[in-house]
């Protein structure tokens, strides 16, 4: 079956830059959406159709993508940005598949 | 305000069945398909399936074809998960969530999940 691949985790110190990768061989075809999952709470859509921003999702939150790769980015980190990060795609049937999950700590 | 509701937390002896809701309010309930999604304990995300509640048009995750039933009503725009014979691996937070499969083509709004614990 069809998997999307994102690191475990990501640490970084407030006002730096997170990097958050999500890999799979669909990606080039298919679309990435990102979502912020906080602590007790139902995930949030960060990033759509790969670098698109919904509104009222700060500017920080950029994602980008480059063949088999789609990134997430997080530009001046801030303590409340501390989450786990689910990419998603479809597969070639049009299955949805997330990613494993990235947990970002705001050192 | 769009926004969807879900029914809340159950407590289940394995072997039992359960229904468990997701209301939508404002927004047209029957142009957008609702997803379900798994998470189990300290665990991801997990795609079940996605219901159409404006013909009831389903698609089933492989990995849980034959083990859920989804299903709407449209009159009440609210959709369901089923299980006729829950497990013990069943215990997850379950969510619907919006897809905005004409827009942002992503799950956009998505309910404040429902806890299902099963055990004996």
């Known amino acids: 079956s069809y998997e999307l691949t994102q690191p475990p985790s990501v640490s970084v110190s407030p006002g730096q830059t997170a990097r958050i990768t999500c890999s799979g061989d669909?990606?080039?075809?298919?679309?990435a959406y990102w979502y912020q999952q906080k602590p007790g709470q139902a995930p949030v859509l960060v990033i759509y159709k790969d670098s698109e921003r919904p509104s009222g999702i700060p500017e920080r939150f950029s994602g980008s993508s480059s063949g088999t790769t789609v990134t997430l980015t997080i530009s001046g980190v801030q303590a409340e940005d501390e989450a786990d990060y689910y990419c998603?795609?479809?597969?070639?049937?049009?299955?949805?598949?997330f990613g494993g999950g990235t947990k970002l700590t705001v050192l | 305000e769009v926004q969807l509701v879900q029914s809340g937390a159950e407590v289940k002896k394995p072997g039992e069945s359960l229904k468990i809701s997701c209301k939508g309010s404002g927004y047209s309930f029957t142009s957008y398909w609702i997803g379900w999604v798994r998470q189990m304990p300290g665990k991801g995300l997990e795609w079940m399936g996605i219901?159409?509640?404006?013909?009831?048009?389903?698609r089933y995750s492989p990995s849980f074809q034959g083990q859920v039933t989804i299903s709407a009503d449209k009159s009440i725009s609210t959709a369901y998960l089923q299980w006729s014979s829950l497990k013990a691996s069943d215990t997850a937070m379950y969510y619907c969530?919006?897809?905005?499969?004409?827009?942002?083509?992503?799950?956009?709004?998505w309910g404040q999940g429902t806890m299902v614990t099963v055990s004996s």
């Open positions: 998603q795609s479809a597969d070639s049937s049009g299955n949805w598949v």
């Open positions: 219901i159409y509640p404006g013909d009831s048009d389903t």
């Open positions: 669909a990606l080039p075809k298919q679309y």
């Open positions: 969530a919006r897809w905005d499969s004409s827009g942002c083509g992503a799950f956009d709004i």
